[in-house]
């Protein structure tokens, strides 16, 4: 099984549109938990880091489930500059972070 | 301030030749890390170091050799080139006292195919 799983997409969303990602990890342990953008050929880049209480930044709202191991993150009013790869992230304990495949994001005019 | 920079950007090699990829910060930042990223994998780490002198292995360290002599600089051997090496490589490095715990910033890539 992966650390990090999540669904490879893509999404193919219109403007304007709501959309969710899901990610599941599966050490226990961990306490960091992020998301990151990447753009094709691009270097990753952090979009926001997940808390307990969720927590929101604009158009982005990232929740965390502990208890199922689950992060969560929804882009509302999506833009044309939305559309790139997002990655899950969580710390491995070690000073180290395990990164999930990535879900790919399409916005369409 | 050029954050993480790489290099090269871009090398083919034959196999069974060897290369040294450069990664340097001007952040002075104590980690640094080095991942492969292949197609369908997401980012695989290969080696990492938590202060100058230190270095330790990630989840994919076979046929990788890695130093961290000064604190900005960080550098990845390839010994033996084999066409399993075929990837793009990111550098990236945090460290403690930034905006949010374990932030980790990326160099642009190396671009690596190996024949």
């Known amino acids: 099984r992966k650390e990090v799983e999540q669904d490879p997409g893509p999404f193919n969303v219109p403007e304007g549109a709501t959309v969710a990602f899901n990610c599941t990890y599966s050490n226990s342990a961990s306490q960091s938990f992020f998301w990151y953008r990447q753009d094709c050929r691009k270097e990753p880049k952090l979009l926001m880091s997940?808390?307990?209480s969720g927590n929101e930044d604009g158009r982005f709202t990232a929740q965390l489930n502990r208890a199922s191991q689950y992060i969560s993150l929804l882009i509302r009013d999506s833009k044309l500059s939305d559309s790139a790869t997002y990655l899950c992230?969580?710390?491995?304990?070690?000073?180290?972070?395990?990164f999930g495949s990535g879900t790919r994001l399409q916005v369409q005019p | 301030n050029a954050g993480v920079t790489q290099t090269p950007k871009f090398r083919v090699l034959k196999t069974g030749q060897s290369m040294t990829l450069l990664c340097a910060q001007d952040?002075?930042?104590?980690?640094m890390y080095w991942y492969r990223q292949d197609p369908g994998m997401g980012l695989r780490l290969i080696h990492y170091s938590v202060g100058e002198g230190t270095t330790a292995k990630g989840e994919v360290p076979d046929g990788y050799n890695v130093s961290r002599l000064k604190k900005q600089n960080f550098l990845l051997g390839l010994e033996s080139a084999a066409p399993s090496q075929t990837s793009v490589y990111f550098c990236?490095?945090?460290?403690?006292?930034?905006?949010?715990?374990?932030?980790?910033?990326f160099g642009p890539g190396t671009r690596l195919t190996v024949t």
């Open positions: 992230v969580v710390d491995t304990g070690r000073r180290a972070l395990t």
């Open positions: 952040m002075n930042h104590e980690y």
């Open positions: 997940v808390y307990s």
């Open positions: 990236a490095s945090h460290g403690t006292s930034g905006r949010v715990s374990y932030e980790q910033y």
